[in-house]
């Protein structure tokens, strides 16, 4: 509870204060300072000057003490002062005073020089709180005599120090408690009337030069000074200058009459001290003062959202006060405004939307026409330095003026269909975003990646959500951040929405045509204005009647759309020279021609950024046919038949930045004409697309890329289109045969995919009649009951046998024989009768037999395509083996040529092929394998053993040994899968134990151990005496005498390269036995 008895008071703190008038010591005045904790402040109020009173003595004494002596007795003084209002002129003069000597640097005449001293940081905090609580509990008669022309040197020194202290201080707190100080000794948030607040602007006057400039350093200073400092330097640079130039302010100032006492009493030095505000005075510094405005304008783009929002409220505030005295600066602070209005914060954003709204609705219109004229001005003179400003490193600045330029765009409106009209202003804007928009085509990845596929049948994406790892990424040579890249965009299209879409869209053309420099540019912004005209993605903070707008003009846009797509698509464009491979003779032009060979003459870098231009440029037609999709919505559906055809053949480009655009952009039409995904497109208008590649077909030559929509259509359809291609794939098998030499890889691709995606249709069938065929075949062996094997019958079987090698029985088996006659009679004639194929069985069967031709061609690409499409027809014939064992037997002797081919990539993927081929087949190739397959494959091992035994770690990387990887991992498979059993078991298993040895490479002994591990599933026994012929532990003795010790060429227990990974083996061995 408060102490509020003032006597008890008294003599509670007077012993204190006499003790500390005589001792001037920090333990006194921590004494003091706990004796005023729980006393009214009416109490302190009354003792106020008594309690005061020491203090002063103390620091009016010539002796000097410790700073922290100091740092107590003005917090001692600022609590005694927070705690109470001064009254007394001549109690705060000499507090004021003796608060601004303590950390004044003294001059020679022992005098403050405006400079803070070298003190400690605690000490100046503590004397700048004192200072402000002095100020702000002061009364208003104190006040109105600080603010008289007789105290103006001593308000000079404290704003000099403060200023200082602002300025040339370290720390952070020190100097925001500096400028708060001088806010708060500016008067500027005091609730005074007009004729006050003109006696403290008259004053302030004086010490305007040196704050705003002062201010003005510290707010364009190094931002490591922190966002604190900044914004309060801001508010302060803001307050103060809205005090001293604020026009009604101003005028009462002017028309007041000065008073002309007090001028004896009155140095004239004082005097001179005195600022007038007339018409003069103020001309010049608001010119002065622009300067200012305009370095401070720079840091708009500050990284911290509070420095840009106090500069927002800064702009706003001077708009609204200082319109006639700054109108110099009314340029610069719309530029702060305008630049804002796009922030990255909403609360930034919409606070300078607010104020602008406010100052346009009362500054813009007909009647403000000069207004206007410097918003065009203002935006001609940014487009001209644009180029320079893009150009430049700071990634900041380009992102600042872009913000700019929508805004000024954004702002000026319907005024811009006016301003475009100027050619002067539509060159100089058209040519700087030209320029800003130059594309970076050094990137050897635009031309490298390659096209994967999506997948089948992919439901629709829309591009918002497509993952980036699909979207084609533009590297622009003059900035790297995206942020600019969306600013652009939305610049463009800003001028599409409020521009004359017609005269830019022209204009554009004709930049497209004038030169190919310009062209991707121009076919990028001429993509966005279309959005623009629209409304699509139009980001405007003052229009939101998008879609009325585009309503009035769609008309307009059709016609415009219409043009474009002709434009686009017309082949001397879309039909670009993409890669060293291209077929110059597909849709060939004289251009394409010309093109093809001045790419063909330049050097290795010029070819590589031709190739990328174009890329590029074939990606942004296909951008903007989606963009017109996206504008039109339904009216799209007219232009379907027009582009679905190029789309899908884009789709289909082995570059991967074409055939992810293409599919972007077929998202865009999905999504506006209604289609649930791709494939529901391509089947709607399978019959235009089947008709248009017929017709293509038909003149080939011409239209070399046609068959990569069929291509695409089955990679995307279902079977139900199957009825449909049918003739197609009858030409394209029939174009095959006459272009065997020159076009196979192009006809044979499109082959295989017919064949995967017959084999992902009839999927579950296949798997269906593999496992039927399993079953038949179990269901045919005499030994097995039920998948298992009957012993019973075995033994019998054995016997009989048995006694027909004697000559006995012989009658039995001759009858035996007949009845197995019979049967197969009967099969034979069920064979005649079969049914006819299935449709994609027969197509299947086309292919396959087409592929025994191709399997020798001297195009090793063209043979490894081939044997990918034989795997995928043997799984795809799998159900069907009366067709399929037939098309094996046919390709069987060219297939086998290829396990000794030169090149090592076709025997490994000739490997792969029997694999698979093994497995649909089985027992029909067992005999084939062993007999023309397996010696080869063995050979190769048993020879690169010795070669790949103690190699280095580069011949991991060799194709030899992934030849040896691949040949040994799959060779247990095959075994397996064919039943080998026997003396051929015993050539594999030969073999593959060479690679035990510790000397091979670790991946090809863990092949080995693993294929190993196979064949010992098959036929142990044999596998555990090849095992022990490299090691084994101990010698084995018979208990029986009978039977002789068991030799193998290894010693017992002595260990050799082999003993780890055979020891591995043979506790398997011992496990399964």
């Given amino acids: 509870m408060a102490m509020c008895n003032r006597q008890m008071v008294f003599d509670k703190v007077r012993p204190l204060c006499v003790q500390l008038s005589k001792d001037h010591s920090r333990k006194n005045i921590v004494a003091v300072t706990k004796a005023l904790e729980g006393i009214d402040r009416g109490c302190i109020q009354d003792l106020q000057e008594y309690l005061l ?44 005073t003796l608060s601004c000597v303590i950390i004044s640097s003294p001059t020679e005449h022992g005098r403050g020089d405006g400079k803070a001293t070298a003190k400690s940081e605690d000490l100046k905090a503590a004397v700048v709180q004192n200072i402000k609580t002095l100020v702000s509990k002061s009364d208003y008669s104190v006040i109105q005599r600080l603010f008289s022309i007789q105290s103006l040197p001593v308000l000079g020194l404290a704003v000099s120090i403060l200023l200082d202290l602002a300025d040339t201080e370290k720390c952070r707190s020190l100097k925001v408690s500096a400028i708060k100080c001088l806010t708060e000794l500016s008067q500027v948030d005091g609730k005074y009337c007009n004729k006050v607040r003109v006696m403290l602007g008259d004053t302030f006057a004086s010490f305007l030069p040196g704050i705003t400039i002062t201010l003005c350093k510290i707010i364009t200073g190094d931002q490591r000074q922190g966002h604190s400092v900044v914004a309060t330097a801001i508010y302060a640079w803001t307050k103060i200058v809205g005090l001293t130039m604020d026009d009604i302010l101003i005028e009462e100032s002017q028309s007041r009459v000065q008073p002309s006492v007090l001028s004896g009493s ?34 708009r783009g500050h990284s911290n959202w509070k420095v840009r929002m106090a500069l927002a409220e800064s702009a706003g505030s001077l708009l609204q006060g200082c319109t006639r005295s700054l109108h110099a600066s009314i340029p610069d602070f719309m530029e702060i405004l305008v630049g804002l209005i796009s922030d990255e914060y909403p609360n930034v954003a919409n606070k300078s939307r607010k104020i602008l709204n406010i100052f346009t609705h009362t500054h813009l219109g007909p009647e403000c026409r000069p207004l206007v004229e410097m918003l065009e001005e203002n935006l001609h003179n940014l487009s001209m330095s644009l180029p320079r400003i893009i150009r430049s490193v700071d990634e900041d600045k380009k992102m600042s003026a872009l913000s700019l330029m929508s805004g000024y765009i ?60 699909i979207k084609p990424r533009k590297n622009f040579k003059h900035f790297h951040d995206r942020k600019i890249e969306k600013e652009l965009k939305n610049i463009c299209r800003l001028l599409g929405y409020y521009g004359s879409i017609s005269l830019l869209v022209d204009h554009f053309l004709d930049l497209f045509h004038d030169s190919i420099l310009h062209k991707m540019q121009a076919t990028m912004i001429i993509n966005e204005l279309m959005m623009g005209a629209a409304g699509v993605g139009v980001n405007s903070y003052q229009e939101n009647d998008f879609e009325e707008r585009k309503e009035s003009n769609i008309g307009e846009l059709e016609s415009i759309i219409e043009m ?11 039909y670009l020279v993409t890669s060293p491979q291209h077929n110059h003779s597909v849709r060939s032009t004289p251009e394409n021609r010309l093109m093809a060979l001045e790419i063909v003459t330049q050097e290795t870098g010029e070819k590589l950024t031709s190739f990328n231009r174009n890329i ?73 697309l089947v008709n248009a590649i017929s017709l293509r077909l038909r003149h080939f030559y011409e239209n070399k890329k046609s068959p990569l929509v069929l291509k695409v259509m089955l990679q995307y359809s279902s079977c139900d289109i199957l009825p449909l291609i049918d003739d197609t794939v009858q030409e394209i098998l029939e174009s095959l045969d006459d272009n065997y030499e020159q076009e196979a890889f192009l006809f044979l691709s499109v082959l295989y995919e017919l064949v995967k995606a017959v084999n992902r249709w009839y999927k579950d069938s296949a798997k269906k009649g593999s496992k039927d065929s399993e079953d038949k075949q179990l269901s045919h062996n005499p030994y097995r009951i039920d998948g298992n094997l009957d012993v019973v019958s075995y033994i019998k079987e054995y016997l009989h046998l048995k006694k027909v090698s004697e000559g006995e029985d012989i009658e039995n088996t001759q009858d035996d024989a007949s009845l197995e006659e019979n049967a197969q009679d009967a099969d034979e004639m069920q064979t005649d009768q079969k049914k006819e194929p299935p449709l994609h069985v027969k197509a299947v069967k086309e292919i396959m037999l087409r592929s025994k031709h191709l399997l020798s061609s001297r195009n090793p690409n063209i043979r490894l395509l081939t044997l990918d499409t034989i795997a995928i027809s043997c799984q795809a014939l799998q159900s069907h083996q009366d067709e399929l064992l037939p098309l094996v037997h046919e390709i069987w002797m060219p297939f086998t040529a290829r396990f000794v081919d030169q090149e090592k990539h076709v025997t490994k993927k000739a490997v792969e092929t029997l694999v698979v081929m093994a497995d649909t087949s089985r027992d029909f190739i067992c005999r084939r394998c062993t007999k023309d397959v397996f010696p080869k494959l063995l050979s190769f091992l048993e020879k690169q053993a010795e070669i790949s035994k103690g190699s280095s770690k580069a011949y991991l990387y060799t194709v030899n040994f992934k030849l040896q990887q691949c040949v040994l991992s799959q060779i247990g498979n095959l075994c397996n899968q064919l039943g080998v059993l026997g003396n051929n078991l015993d050539l594999v298993s030969s073999v593959c134990v060479l690679y035990l040895s510790a000397r091979q490479p670790n991946a090809l002994q863990k092949i080995a151990t693993e294929t190993c591990t196979v064949l010992i599933s098959l036929d142990p026994d044999p596998m555990w005496l090849k095992l022990c012929d490299l090691y084994h532990p101990k010698e084995f003795l018979s208990y029986v005498p009978l039977f002789k010790p068991v030799k193998f060429k290894s010693t017992p227990g002595t260990r050799n390269e082999f003993t780890d990974n055979v020891v591995k083996l043979l506790k398997l061995l011992e496990m399964g036995s």
């Fill in 53 to 96: 009173f020491p203090l002063r003595i103390i620091l009016k004494q010539p002796t000097k003490y410790s700073e922290d002596f100091y740092t107590d007795l003005f917090t001692l003084m600022e609590r005694i002062l927070g705690c109470t209002r001064v009254w007394n002129w001549e109690l705060f003069t000499d507090l004021f």
């Fill in 266 to 299: 009155v140095d004239d030095r004082i005097k001179n001290l005195a600022i007038k505000r007339d018409s003069t005075w103020v001309e010049m510094t608001g010119k002065k003062l622009n300067v200012l405005v305009k370095q401070i304008c720079k840091i």
């Fill in 616 to 688: 590029l440029q074939i990606c942004l037609y296909l951008e903007g046919i989606g963009s017109f999709a996206t504008v039109l919505k339904d009216r799209y559906i007219p232009y379907l038949m027009k582009t679905i055809y190029p789309l899908l053949e884009k789709l289909g480009d082995e570059t991967a930045y074409i055939s992810s655009t293409a599919y972007l952009s077929l998202c865009d039409i999905c999504h506006v004409c209604q289609y649930k995904s791709i494939g529901e497109l391509v089947q709607r208008n399978a019959d235009y």
């Fill in 564 to 574: 474009l797509i002709d434009e686009y698509l017309s082949p001397s464009n879309l």
């Fill in 410 to 469: 954004d702002l000026l409106g319907s005024d811009m269909k006016h301003l475009l009209m100027s050619s002067s202003h539509l060159k100089r804007l058209s040519m700087s975003l030209i320029q800003v928009f130059e594309l970076d085509t050094t990137d050897i990845k635009i031309i490298e990646e390659r096209t994967r596929w999506i997948g089948h049948d992919a439901d629709f994406i829309s591009p918002v959500h497509v993952p980036d790892v």
